[in-house]
T-cell receptor, first 115, second 113 residues
Framework: DAGVTQSPTHLIKTRGQHVTLRCSPI?????VSWYQQVLGQGPQFIFQYYEKEERGRGNFPDRFSARQFPNYSSELNVNALLLGDSALYLC??????????????FGNGTRLTVT | GNSVTQMEGPVTLSEEAFLTINCTYTATGYPSLFWYVQYPGEGLQLLLK?????DKGSNKGFEATYRKETTSFHLEKGSVQVSDSAVYFCALSMNQAGTALIFGKGTTLSVSS
């Protein structure tokens, strides 16, 4: 079975540009979560979408936005990129809404470099 | 605020050695606790979890016990294998209804034969 797939795998952008990252969850998974992992740190929660609605948001500025499509895939958008946005962006999917009962399955991430 | 602190790595062990990776947490309330593992070239995956005090999570020979009195969730394995080489992340969740996890920085384990 295919796992969580993310595209692109690597991306280089310039300050001020915007970027769109894509995620396809495991078939049958209705929840998609986005995390940012800066080098040397653990992943930090950005968003959760479940059944196409936002169900959680971390402490990130409004430059970060996301959406979930009817097929449960998701996009993460970041506007007005800053050097500090350089990180590995992880997508995780789960069957249900809660990590208590539905373990998260992570993709391999998109490595974003902002120059 | 809520946070997770893990022991600094890397941890280097010989095969069949005993493993402990320390994890302590700070939380306002009663979190659920998790260990995630990332093998080389793969995505993070859940290793084990515990949802209330004194619960013991276990999987693949790894164990961790939720200790409320010491706010700890240390990961242990009696005999490590080369295939256990990976990065291990301790995490907590305060939200029973969502997937917002707070992760530690991760501990790299390297096991040699």
């Amino acid at each position: 079975d295919a796992g969580v797939t993310q595209s692109p795998t690597h991306l280089i952008k310039t300050r001020g540009q915007h970027v769109t990252l894509r995620c396809s969850p495991i078939s049958g998974h209705k929840s998609v979560s986005w995390y940012q992992q800066v080098l040397g740190q653990g992943p930090q929660f950005i968003f959760q979408y479940y059944e196409k609605e936002e169900r959680g948001r971390g402490n990130f500025p409004d430059r970060f936005s996301a959406r979930q499509f009817p097929n449960y895939s998701s996009e993460l958008n970041v506007n007005a990129l800053l050097l500090g946005d350089s990180a590995l962006y992880l997508c995780a999917s789960s069957v249900g809404q809660s990590s208590y009962n539905s373990p998260l399955h992570f993709g391999n991430g998109t490595r974003l470099t902002v120059t | 605020g809520n946070s997770v602190t893990q022991m600094e790595g890397p941890v280097t062990l010989s095969e069949e050695a005993f493993l402990t990776i320390n994890c302590t947490y700070t939380a306002t309330g009663y979190p659920s606790l998790f260990w995630y593992v990332q093998y080389p070239g793969e995505g993070l995956q859940l290793l084990l979890k515990a949802t209330k005090a004194d619960d013991k999570g276990s999987n693949k020979g790894f164990e961790a016990t939720y200790r409320k009195e010491t706010t700890s969730f240390h990961l242990e394995k009696g005999s490590v294998q080369v295939s256990d080489s990976a990065v291990y992340f301790c995490a907590l969740s305060m939200n029973q209804a969502g997937t917002a996890l707070i992760f530690g920085k991760g501990t790299t384990l390297s096991v040699s034969s």
